[in-house]
């Protein structure tokens, strides 16, 4: 059977204690205090040789914090936890989580968030959805007791893709319940919670509909936006559009990527000028280490361009230097 969080806590103890690297010299200053929230995912498979060798493994993540600083609002990591089907967070992929506490490569997400006071967020997948969604309360309960033991701040679920791949109505209504059920037990113990979703219409034979809208209107947990990944400026917009105006602004993320081709001038321009013009507050990013050719815009996006001449009036969006 697959050992509690807390056994497996006391198993690893010295691999959680957080104790961080001494931090780079940051390329940037102190970012300045914002109420719009930056999240980024980080893969546990970063410190997989093949990945070491493109991207530069868990090191380079946390060099990208610490050149940021007060960029990011925390991170979400994909550290290698589950749910076992009676409700028991487990550790199901070790070489993720000691990939996440510094272990691996000497690098610990852990202990730089611990460090910035950013938040933390496991992403946590399920053995048994259906499981969940019949009875919820154990798992939350579970959460939020290594929730106390680790200083998570949340929990991110990454549905990778629509609710129910079959597009079947009755599965996406009990999806959206159990999500529900799950950020109201979270947010009981002073803890956030998301869930990953894109192709929502798919039941709707891909249109929008009246009865999806009332389901995206009523969420209480944080769905983020995957739609927003992909393909041209105009389908991003679309979907930006779609998202923000059927989702409450405090329960929508708008997820972008930098896996994906990189935007030009005019890609950057349109993204975040819509992101602003329609009130999102939080941007989740996958995934680090980022492309850096997205962080000035992050940054315009985050700070509303405060910092441009004329506090961004007549200058947000053409000064390409300024945020």
Request: charged share 15%.
């Amino acid at each position: 059977p697959p050992l509690s969080f807390a056994a497996l806590l006391t198993m690893t103890s010295p691999a959680l204690s957080f104790v961080p690297a001494p931090p780079a010299s940051p390329i940037n200053p102190q970012f300045p205090p914002s109420d719009l929230r930056l999240m980024s995912w980080v893969p546990g498979e970063i410190c997989y040789p093949e990945n070491v060798r493109k991207w530069g493994g868990m090191k380079a993540v946390v060099q990208q914090l610490q050149e940021n600083p007060g960029l990011f609002t925390g991170v979400m990591g994909f550290c290698g936890h589950a749910f076992a089907p009676n409700g028991t967070l487990y550790t199901q992929n070790a070489t993720r989580l000691a990939c996440c506490n510094g272990t691996l490569d000497g690098a610990s997400l852990y202990a730089e968030a611990r460090r910035q006071g950013m938040e933390l967020q496991p992403v946590v997948t399920l053995d048994d959805p259906v499981a969940a969604a019949a009875n919820p309360d154990p798992y939350i309960e579970s959460f939020a007791a290594a929730a106390k033991l680790a200083g998570w701040s949340g929990l991110n679920i990454d549905w990778e893709g629509s609710p129910d791949p079959e597009g079947n109505l009755s599965n996406i209504i009990v999806y959206f319940r159990f999500m529900n059920a799950f950020a109201d037990g979270l947010h009981r113990h002073g803890l956030r919670f998301s869930s990953d979703v894109q192709g929502v219409t798919h039941p709707w034979n891909y249109t929008p509909n009246a009865q999806l809208d009332a389901i995206l209107g009523g969420s209480r947990a944080t769905l983020v936006a995957m739609d927003t990944y992909y393909y041209s400026t105009g389908r991003v917009l679309d979907a930006l559009d779609f998202y923000s105006q059927r989702v409450s602004p405090e329960r929508l993320g708008i997820g972008m990527s930098t896996r994906e081709p990189t935007p030009n001038y005019d890609g950057f321009v349109a993204r975040f000028h819509a992101l602003r013009s329609a009130g999102v507050r939080e941007v989740d990013m996958f995934v680090m280490p980022l492309n850096v050719t997205w962080l000035p815009w992050l940054r315009k996006w985050k700070n509303g361009c405060r910092g441009c001449p004329y506090g961004g009036a007549l200058s947000c969006w053409a000064n390409t230097s300024c945020f």
